[in-house]
C-alpha cells in the first residue's frame, strides 16, 4: 500500500530554515509527482508546491515563492521542502501528497512554528 513518511518539522526563529523530507513507498516513486501541502490551524489546507515526476518542473504558491524549494530524488524515494527566511504565517502542519489512480495519498504530517 501506498506509504508517506514526512519528517523535518519543528521549531524555528523567523528568519529560520528547515528542511521537510517525505519517503514514499508502495508505489513507482519516479513515476508521480509529488507535492507539499500545509494546514495552519482554523485554515484549509493549501497546496505549497508542486515536482513533477522526473523533477523537470516545479510550481509554487505564491506566498512561498522564492523562499521554498522543493526538490526529489527518486533513488531515494524522497522528495524534499527546503524552506528559508521563514515566517510565523509559515506555521502549519506540512504534508507530503501524491496522486495515483485520482486516489489522494497523505503522509501524517509535521509540524512546522515559526516562532521567536
Known amino acids: 500500500q501506498v506509504q508517506l513518511v514526512e519528517s523535518g518539522g519543528g521549531l524555528v526563529q523567523p528568519g529560520g530554515s528547515l528542511r521537510l523530507s517525505c519517503v514514499g513507498s508502495?508505489?513507482?516513486?519516479?513515476?508521480?509527482?509529488m507535492s507539499w501541502y500545509r494546514q495552519a490551524p482554523g485554515k484549509e489546507r493549501e497546496l505549497v508546491a508542486r515536482?513533477?515526476?522526473?523533477?523537470?518542473?516545479?510550481n509554487y504558491a505564491g506566498s512561498v515563492k522564492g523562499r521554498f524549494t522543493i526538490s526529489r530524488d527518486n533513488a531515494k524515494n524522497t522528495v524534499y521542502l527546503q524552506m528559508s527566511s521563514l515566517q510565523p504565517e509559515d506555521t502549519a502542519v506540512y504534508y507530503c501528497?501524491?496522486?495515483?489512480?485520482?486516489?489522494?495519498?497523505w503522509g501524517q504530517g509535521t509540524q512546522v512554528t515559526v516562532s521567536s
Open positions: 508502495g508505489f513507482t516513486f519516479s513515476m508521480y509527482a
Open positions: 515536482i513533477t515526476s522526473a523533477g523537470g518542473s516545479t
Open positions: 501528497n501524491t496522486n495515483r489512480a485520482y486516489t489522494d495519498y
